[in-house]
């Protein structure tokens, strides 16, 4: 995986000519129309022809939940005092939010399964911490409750991102790594809040850090071998 998690290449429309053709500047444009030959626009008698996306979606995902993650984590593992911590919620409703779920659905329409169910899970996540923070938190008025739904809200994700390891052991070493972190994360924070216990919410916290580390160089890898047309930041393929 150098350009997305994992897909097969995808084949632009055949041309007049019975070939097939293929997106010379992948990763620089989503769609783009092709001229008629006197470079203008299709006609009626020679329509606009539209190509398939080609681009990869997965390094915008990847920062999105990177970007988020840290800033979190920053919180968690008390390296930030907590009067700081509503500035989480914009990150989480923009950008691990609705930035990664659209992530998600372009990996849906370039026909990458675990893109898709990656990312527009976990921008579901970040839009249902925000809704949870804002909006129903204030209902739970036991501390002790509180702590304890949230604990379920985390292993649940964790459950989820556990069964994507599996899954990402398919895809790259750097992916798998992300996912890794992102697992024990989840259980960490999990099971530090069911049990009302601060230090394991702040062990939480510092793999959080090391997960947002993680995938912030695949989402670099991605745009950058992208960018440069070569492999400059190795991501390992693992086999199939």
Known sequence: MERRFDREQLSAPSDAGGGVATDPTRGETARRSQTNGTGTLGTEASPMRML??????APLGLASFAATTFILSMFNSGLMGSAGEPIVLGMALAVGGLAQFVAGMWEFRTGNTFGAAAFTSYGAFWISFWAFEQFYASKITD?????HAVGLYLITWGIFTAYMTIASLR?????CTVFVLLTATFLLLGIGNANVNDSIIKAGGYVGIATAIAAW?????GVTNSTFGRIVLPVKDLKR
């Open 52 to 57: 398939p996306i080609t681009s990869d979606p």
């Open 143 to 147: 501390a002790t409750t509180l702590s």
């Open 171 to 175: 895809v790259s070493a750097a992916v």
């Open 217 to 221: 160089y695949a989402s670099f890898a």
